[in-house]
């Protein structure tokens, strides 16, 4: 197929354009699903752009801006079929423009996109591991003290607060959306939220994260009363590179390494937040 550079258009992306950016997704055989689509709309749809080459979608990327403190972009995907002509590099510049009034831009990069990225002034902050189970099936037999239960709508603001300090921006919204539409669930020690996890399903596992906590140990108390209540479930987690301790525990319980993603961000990276109280993320579209 000839293809004419001058009839590849970027544009705001609108809901019918759902079932178009699937296919990427499918051809890439990432893990999101509809409902991931509908959440970035629903969050920011002023920045989920498509390219498109006459009525074919052919390119996506998405951000969500985190009250313009941090924005996170996610969703870079090119058909293979268009790639080389300048279309990510498209879909990236005019994201970075919209993204012009926030003090920090970040993404997690996959080794192939790093050279695409550093070209755009983008600097690397850490490592991040995917690690998979398929499906989970270990025995755990968690005997922890600590309370963990289901996160209600009251937890939220306490929720928040502390994902602020621990992540560095304000993710309430996200929050909502993913307490609306999936599980969650705290871990509570002298009446007080000292970790958290989120989990959704996709369309080859359920990805568990963000997960944040105060200490390892309430880490691991934590994601081995969530797997246990998750037997039969294949499972992904991308986890801080430098969270050895709990890496560790993961790998006993039948977690293998995939691949890696490297962090970056664009301006300054004043929004890091605790690192050490940071174990697995959103997900490399949510931070």
């Not at 300090?165 to 009446?191: H, P």
């Not at 108390?221 to 590179?241: F, K, P, Y």
């Amino acid at each position: 197929m000839e293809i004419a550079p001058k009839n590849i258009i970027v544009r705001q992306m609108v809901a019918t354009d759902i079932p178009g950016a699937m296919q990427l997704v499918l051809a890439e055989n990432w893990n999101q699903t509809q409902v991931d689509w509908q959440m970035f709309l629903e969050l920011n749809s002023n920045l989920c752009l498509v390219a498109t080459y006459k009525t074919a979608i052919i390119g996506t990327v998405t951000a969500i801006n985190y009250k313009n403190d941090v924005a996170w972009i996610g969703m870079m995907l090119v058909s293979k079929a268009f790639r080389g002509l300048g279309v990510s590099k498209s879909l990236l510049n005019i994201i970075i423009e919209k993204l012009e009034g926030c003090k920090s831009i970040k993404l997690d990069a996959t080794a192939a996109g790093i050279p695409v990225y550093k070209k755009l002034g983008f600097q690397e902050e850490l490592e991040i591991d995917r690690m998979v189970t398929t499906p989970f099936n270990s025995i755990i037999n968690n005997r922890s003290r600590d309370t963990v239960r289901v996160i209600s709508e009251n937890d939220l603001v306490e929720l928040s607060k502390l994902d602020m300090k621990f992540f560095g921006a304000n993710r309430i919204d996200l929050f909502n959306f993913l307490k609306k539409k999936n599980k969650a669930w705290c871990l509570i020690r002298n009446e007080c939220i000292v970790g958290y996890v989120f989990v959704r399903p996709g369309r080859n596992y359920f990805q568990l994260g963000p997960l944040m906590a105060e200490t390892v140990d309430d880490a691991l108390n934590l994601i081995e009363i969530i797997l246990e209540n998750n037997v039969g479930q294949s499972i992904v987690i991308d986890v801080l590179h430098d969270q050895f301790k709990f890496k560790e525990r993961l790998a006993s319980l039948g977690f293998s390494f995939q691949r890696s993603f490297v962090r970056m961000y664009l301006k300054n990276n004043s929004f890091a937040g605790l690192v050490d109280k940071q174990f697995l993320i959103a997900g490399p579209e949510l931070g």
